[in-house]
Nanobody
């Protein structure tokens, strides 16, 4: 079992930046691919970004490409999501997730992920 804890959310003005962190328990972090997803009020949870076990492969949703950067530090059991040029439509609860049996490319599909954090609120508003 892996426990994931997100942090770093908050209120930011349009055009601003935030860095989310996802701290994982256990000693098998480096064997999981990691993903970030988000859910806005009244909408379904959607894919944001994912990173392979080694960090060598990343995939982004078109809506965040060029603005968000996913990374990981396997020595610290932590994944990150750097969010720049934030827009009001980025407002959502952001969740990190771990895929414990990644095959090939890191997945963008929600049901491929086995462990989820509790989420952190990001609000972009002036």
């Amino acid at each position: 079992q892996v426990q994931l804890v997100e942090s770093g959310g908050g209120l930011v003005q349009p055009g601003g930046s935030l860095r989310l962190s996802c701290a994982a328990s256990g000693r098998t972090f480096s064997t999981y691919s990691m993903g970030w997803f988000r859910q806005a009020p009244g909408k379904e949870r959607e894919f944001v970004a994912t990173i392979s076990r080694s960090g060598g492969t990343t995939v982004y949703a078109d809506s965040v490409k060029g603005r968000f950067t996913i990374s990981r530090d396997n020595a610290k059991n932590t994944a990150y999501l750097q969010m720049n040029s934030l827009k009001p439509e980025d407002t959502a609860v952001y969740y990190c997730a771990a895929d414990r049996t990644p095959v090939g490319y890191p997945s963008t599909v929600i049901y491929e992920y086995d462990y989820w954090g509790q989420g952190t609120q990001v609000t972009v508003s002036s």
